[in-house]
């Protein structure tokens, strides 16, 4: 099944999604279709028996940090020349995708979050924290939570390289509604495709380097050492050069959410994340 949705949707995290959906473990999804193959997109649910709802705009993707995701587009009409992506919500019952569309328009982002099946405390975060220029609630999500080591349900980072249990912004990386969620959508993976589910695991279970403007940096096969780590290899949205100062170390020192040393060179800022998902 997972084969076949990803030659309609590309995406490993998008052909979940509309997994998830049709085994009835989510009551409604939101993903992003390229205008060129909306048609294709429709026809395919419709012959698995989802309903689906198309936004009245288009989005143009931008500022991305990786090839898989952005969270960041801009709204353009859904008539407008230049070539984007629409909305589909998809749901396994009409009304709920026809009102996920309406709460989108109307920018109700807390009870779009509760269609989408979402965590109330997590929409209650996402409505608080999210605006045009603050999209991006990873950092958010950090500070909400208590020290830098986390269950791996919960490795939103890695959303950048198409993995992820969930496809919302949890309101702490501790949060136990969302832990919940990701165990659920992980049972379902081993039902349909064991090695994926296994490749998520080991994927999940990183450290991460998480910056706003240098990368995201997935430091794998990590173990704990005195006050910080020994890691293997680094897979990174992009080679800057802090890329290649965690690449060439192998050993980080962690001195706290937003603080490391790598090779004795003290990295500090809000715009820095350490985050130890095992």
Known sequence: MIQELQQTFHSIIKSLEVLYV????????????????????????????????VSDFKALKHAAQSEFYSDKSVKIPKNDARKGYFFI???????????????EAKSNHLELGLLLGYPKCCCEFFQRNFNE???????????????CEFPFYTNIAARHF???LLSHFPHSLGCMPSIEIAKNNLKMMQKHAEQVAGMFSGILKSA??????EGVFLLRKHEKVDNGLMYGDVLTTTKSKLYYLLSSNKKLGILGK???????VYIKGHQYGV???T
Do not use: H, Q, W
């Open 258 to 264: 937003n603080d490391f040393v790598v090779s004795d």
């Open 133 to 147: 220029n603050n999209a991006d609630l990873t950092l958010k999500a950090l500070e909400n939570s208590n020290g």
């Open 162 to 164: 198409d993995v992820s």
């Open 275 to 277: 985050m130890v998902f």
């Open 208 to 213: 991460v380097i998480y910056t706003m403007e």
């Open 22 to 53: 049709i085994e009835g473990i989510k009551p409604c999804a939101r993903i992003l279709v390229f205008e060129d193959e909306l048609n294709k997109v429709n026809d395919f649910l419709n012959e698995k028996n989802i309903f689906t709802a």
């Open 89 to 103: 919500y998809l749901s396994r019952n009409k009304e709920t995708a026809e009102k996920a569309k309406l709460m």
